[in-house]
């Protein structure tokens, strides 16, 4: 692992973008936890949605491909600078890292759910969103995925913890992040547990709540007998 650890931060690309990463000691920062939760959850399908160099879409098919099966469903469409408009381009670009079961797809979420591409996706068992970080983006990249998730999925949001400005598209096109106010949503929901790691720039781990009976109720019952 530290071997491709090493032949991923030959680009120092791979430790920008808030993911806490660490060139110096070959540390993946919150990649370790995108990694560990997909060999872990074993999911026979991961989403990402977006990614400046590809960093969560590698390691996420490399712990698929440590675990001996499972595919990435990329989705980035290329507005920040060309990197992702040719697919041979692409498709050498993972393999240069030994990863080949990233299936890119450059388009936006809203063009990708008219797909068949999309329409064919079911048991989604970890879902990245790391696209534009509007609380309205977020709030539409969730609900496309979220019908298509099995029921143990988890979502991940970065750049999630807070608000700040950003210029990635070019200063006269800045915005405002606000991924956080989504995730707020999110915590007032009672289908959902949410739990946000102030990692990097910010990490918001989302499941659906499972509801377990209280083992109290057993107790209480039996005093009213």
């Not at 915590?187 to 989302?206: K, M, N």
Request: hydrophobic share 35%.
């Amino acid at each position: 692992m530290y071997e491709w650890i090493r032949q991923l931060y030959a680009d120092p690309n791979m430790a920008r973008m808030g993911h806490a990463q660490s060139i110096e000691d070959q540390n993946l920062g919150s990649g370790w936890i995108y990694y560990g939760l997909a060999r872990a959850l074993r999911p026979s399908t991961v989403v990402v949605i977006g990614s400046f160099r590809g960093f969560v879409p590698l390691v996420l098919g490399k712990a698929l491909q440590d675990n001996g099966r499972g595919d990435v469903v990329f989705i980035d469409p290329s507005l920040v600078d060309d990197f992702w408009l040719s697919p041979p381009r692409v498709r050498r670009h993972f393999e240069n890292y030994g990863i080949t079961n990233v299936r890119h797809y450059c388009c936006t979420t809203q063009e990708f759910v008219t797909t068949e591409g999309y329409r064919a996706l079911d048991e989604v068992g970890l879902l990245f969103v790391d696209g534009y970080h509007t609380e309205e983006q977020a709030q539409f990249d969730f609900a496309a995925f979220e019908p298509k998730l099995r029921s143990d999925a988890l979502v991940l949001f970065h750049d999630s913890v807070r608000e700040r400005q950003s210029s990635i598209y070019g200063e006269n096109r800045a915005y405002t992040h606000s991924v956080c106010r989504f995730m707020e949503s999110l915590r007032l929901d009672p289908a959902y547990q949410v739990l946000s790691l102030c990692l990097g720039d910010g990490l918001t781990v989302v499941s659906r709540a499972q509801h377990h009976p209280d083992p109290r109720q057993d107790l209480i019952e039996a005093t009213r007998r």
